[in-house]
């Protein structure tokens, strides 16, 4: 069985080839991801096999866990694998055959799959899960609840603030392929100028640096001191 970094980067590996290999082997992908010899012939078949105690309902669906989506008693069913931040790579949800991260909730709308769930285990043995307070853990996300309040220290290059700052803008969108870091590097303020420019601000107004102005239109609280 493989690490969580070991089994991300195979997702990542999948997405940059560019192969279109995938094509309806969404079970097969989320359990190479982590490891795990074949177990279920589709994502259905897969998810109803694997034991109560190894099947979990919480969202979003933790790192290194491996979530499906469809119905117990018909269809095939999609399986994915879950990584921070409440995203999953998928086969065929952006293109054809090839991988992609996407929202873990996108499934329900786009494909009328409603999700039943993760598993923390396979007949291969545990999953690399991220359990609460883990390093690759993302707290803005835990038990599905989003971190909104934080101390802002203007001096800090490596804080909670710049932590809840990248949290607030992964839910609303932007990418960070390794989930926050808490650092405030060139990515992060690209980020927070987009975020601004969204906003309709221009020039000096949206400069990338997450001032009170910034941080309170991303739901966030500015506390000096």
């Known amino acids: 069985m493989r690490t969580y970094a070991q089994a991300k980067e195979f997702a990542q590996q999948q997405h940059r080839t560019g192969s279109s290999a995938w094509h309806n082997l969404c079970q097969m992908f989320s359990r190479q991801c982590v490891g795990a010899a074949p177990f279920g012939a589709s994502a259905r078949e897969a998810f109803n096999a694997t034991a109560p105690e190894h099947r979990h309902q919480s969202t979003p669906p933790p790192a290194g866990a491996i979530a499906y989506y469809g119905f117990a008693d018909h269809g095939a069913g999609h399986a994915v694998f879950a990584v921070n931040g409440g995203f999953v790579w998928s086969n065929d949800i952006l293109r054809s055959g090839q991988i992609d991260r996407v929202r873990w909730d996108v499934f329900p709308s786009r494909w009328r799959l409603p999700y039943r769930g993760w598993i923390s285990r396979t007949p291969s043995g545990e999953l690399p899960v991220q359990r609460q307070g883990d390093k690759d853990d993302l707290p803005g996300y835990r038990q599905g609840r989003k971190v909104y309040s934080s101390k802002m220290r203007l001096a800090q290059d490596d804080s909670d603030s ?26 992060t303020r690209r980020c927070v100028a987009a975020f601004q420019r969204h906003r309709g601000w221009v020039g000096a107004d949206a400069d990338g ?14 506390v000096d001191g």
């Open 162 to 187: 710049v932590w809840n700052i990248q949290v607030a803008l992964m839910a609303r969108g932007f990418e960070f392929e390794d989930g926050p870091t808490a650092y405030y590097g060139q990515h």
């Open 209 to 222: 640096i997450a001032g009170p102005r910034t941080v309170g239109r991303m739901g966030l609280v500015w």
